[in-house]
């Protein structure tokens, strides 16, 4: 039940991914400063929610944010500890890609700080307008609250909309869920998209006094616009969501670039690196593991549309149960998300990208 609600809909990867781990809040947070006024605030427990790893970088003059979170309480959170670091405005804020969980949260650092630019690849905004900002206010006035009436129906009798038992597990999970809808569709009835003010196509470079702040697309990956953030002086990397620990993402990815794309990105000379969710890395280890995951994910898809298969024979013969046991180990709700967050989306977004050329399919 759980699931099946959400698929036909497109805006749903947060979501989705909430509904898989379950938490209702947007969890605590931790502050920890990578060097001299650049600060990681990192949601725990990692893999936890969907919510972005934000970036924060105190400059001489200004800050500059790489990402912005999904709910406005949580981009509300993030700028009051900004406030408490540093006096000095928010110039910049950096959206690494389209996904919600890295821009709901613009309008809030809009209304904290009149002027402040929103940063986003050309492909990240075209997504944002085209496919985001008509789809949000049906999700949250139509959808959702469909959802939640739905749960709290199930919840009331026991029975499930198809007439199925309430299990206690299911019962756990709409229970779990339910809160999640509702701070959703609360916050984001009122919350504008802000889609970028400033675009990039291939690199930016920020000079802001004695700071050097590298904004580069380095080819196409968890999506077509994927930017990272490069401090080449203090050797620090914000990676976005090419880079997600401890189970990937893959939702309308581009898994044919997207190895090459983590080449170039451990071709950065850096000692930290912050993905987009999960806890700092301090070396390569965990993105050579992507590599190889997402390389045999593709390797299998393409032979078996090679072969001729359809989607659903090409699901029934990629075999990833080996990277199941790296990536998830025995939790279970673990080996579970490595299915619906990565194994499903990505068997999906490779195969009609080899069949359309596009991961979203025609
Ligand atoms: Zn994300």
Excluded: C
Aim: charged share 20%; no cysteine.
């Amino acid at each position: 039940m759980a699931l099946g609600a959400f698929r036909g809909q497109f805006m749903v990867l947060p979501l989705l991914v909430l509904a898989t781990t379950a938490s209702a809040q947007s969890g605590p947070y931790q502050t920890k400063e990578l060097a001299p006024g650049v600060y990681a605030v990192l949601r725990e427990p990692p893999g936890r929610i969907s919510d972005s790893n934000v970036l924060v970088i105190i400059n001489d003059e200004d800050v500059v944010v790489v990402d912005a979170n999904i709910l406005p309480a949580s981009a509300s959170e993030v700028v009051a500890e900004i406030r408490r670091l540093t006096p000095k405005p928010v110039r910049y804020v950096v959206n690494t890609h389209w996904h919600s969980d890295h821009h709901y949260g613009n309008h809030v650092y809009q209304a904290a700080f009149p002027g402040v630019e929103f940063i986003q690849h050309v492909e990240t905004r075209r997504l944002v307008v085209e496919r985001d900002i008509p789809t949000l206010p049906k999700n949250v006035n139509t959808e959702y609250p469909a959802i939640i009436e739905r749960y709290k129906k199930a919840l009331a009798t026991g029975k499930t909309s198809t007439g199925a038992d309430v299990t206690p597990e299911l019962r756990k999970s709409v229970e779990e869920m339910l809160p999640i809808y509702q701070q959703f569709v609360d916050q984001m009835g009122k919350s504008p998209v802000v889609p970028g003010t400033l675009l990039v196509r291939d690199s930016l470079v920020l000079v802001r006094g004695e700071r050097t702040i590298v904004v580069k697309h380095l080819g196409r990956g968890n999506t077509p616009g994927d930017l990272v953030v490069h401090l080449p002086k203090e050797r620090i990397v914000a990676a976005g969501d090419l880079d997600v620990a401890p189970i990937p993402f893959s939702f309308y990815s581009h898994l044919g670039d997207w190895p090459t794309t983590l080449r170039n990105l451990k071709a950065l000379d850096v000692a930290t690196i912050m993905p987009g969710h999960g806890p700092l890395q301090t070396d390569w280890t965990y993105v050579d593991q992507l590599i190889a995951l997402i390389e045999s994910t593709w390797t299998q898809v393409k032979a078996a549309v090679d072969a001729g298969a359809d989607l659903e024979a090409t699901r029934k013969r990629v075999n990833l149960e080996a990277f199941r046991d790296r990536f998830a180990g025995t939790d279970e709700r673990r080996r579970s998300g490595f299915t619906s967050l990565f194994v499903t989306p990505a068997v999906e977004s490779a195969f009609n990208e080899l069949k359309t050329g596009t991961p979203f399919g025609k």
